[in-house]
């Protein structure tokens, strides 16, 4: 079946701009996570939607940073105002539940460069 | 909270050899340990998992990795390692709310 897919796969934008990410999960994954991968910082946590209830904001770097889900699907990642240090690889995962140990499958990534 | 490490940077291997990928935990409450692998400008890719039970755990791609409990490591190995095996391997372990924290990763070079 479909996988995890993420769009655009690249993005090159202009700093002080603001870019939107897009995640779509496998179907009937309830879960839905956000990731950065930077050279500096590795791959870290941004946060979590599980069903309808309130995310897990708790990895977002800064203010400037906001996701939604709508309709329990589709997740958006919004960055305001982007700055060079934001420039990284954002993927996306999906998994049945949020119960430790389940297994989260990835997106391809969308690859933001900020100039 | 959880945290893993990966000691090694970068394996190198020649083709046909076996490889290990190391990798250390510290963990509260029961282990969960994952190994996820990607591939140039791609996603991670599921490898395998330790949840409970076998401390042998068998994956994709012929992987396995060993749960040792005493010396608190879930290293990742393959008997007899391909060129097409050359990737980035990430050990990770689940928050609550399973938000995963991952190792530094390590990159895996096979040569002919």
């Known amino acids: 079946g479909a996988g995890v897919s993420q769009s655009p796969s690249n993005k090159v934008t202009e700093k002080g701009k603001d870019v939107e990410l897009r995640c779509d999960p496998i179907?009937?994954?309830?879960?839905l996570y956000w990731y950065r991968q930077s050279l500096g910082q590795g791959l870290e946590f941004l946060i979590y939607?599980?069903?309808?209830?309130?995310?897990?904001k708790s990895g977002l770097p800064s203010d400037r940073f906001s996701a939604e889900r709508t309709g329990g699907s589709v997740s958006t990642l919004t960055i305001q105002r982007t700055q060079q240090e934001d420039s990284a690889v954002y993927l996306c995962?999906?998994?049945?539940?949020?119960?430790?140990?389940?297994?989260?499958?990835f997106g391809p990534g969308t690859r933001l460069l900020v100039l | 909270a959880q945290s893993v490490a990966q000691p090694e940077d970068q394996v190198n291997v020649a083709e046909g050899n076996p490889l290990t990928v190391k990798c250390t935990y510290s963990?509260?409450?029961?282990?969960?340990l994952f190994w996820y692998v990607q591939y140039p400008n791609r996603g991670l890719q599921f490898l395998l998992k330790?949840?409970?039970?076998?401390?042998l755990v068998k994956g994709s791609y012929g992987f396995e990795a060993e749960f040792n409990k005493s010396q608190t490591s879930f290293h990742l190995k393959k008997p007899s390692a391909l060129v097409s095996d050359s990737a980035l391997y990430f050990c990770?372990?689940?928050?609550?709310?399973?938000?995963?924290?991952f190792g530094g990763g390590t990159r895996l070079m096979v040569k002919p």
């Open positions: 939607f599980q069903g309808n209830s309130a995310p897990d």
């Open positions: 963990v509260s409450g029961n282990p969960y």
């Open positions: 990770a372990a689940p928050n609550a709310g399973n938000m995963l924290t």
């Open positions: 330790y949840i409970t039970g076998d401390n």
């Open positions: 995962a999906s998994s049945t539940q949020t119960a430790r140990g389940e297994t989260q499958y």
């Open positions: 179907s009937g994954h309830t879960a």
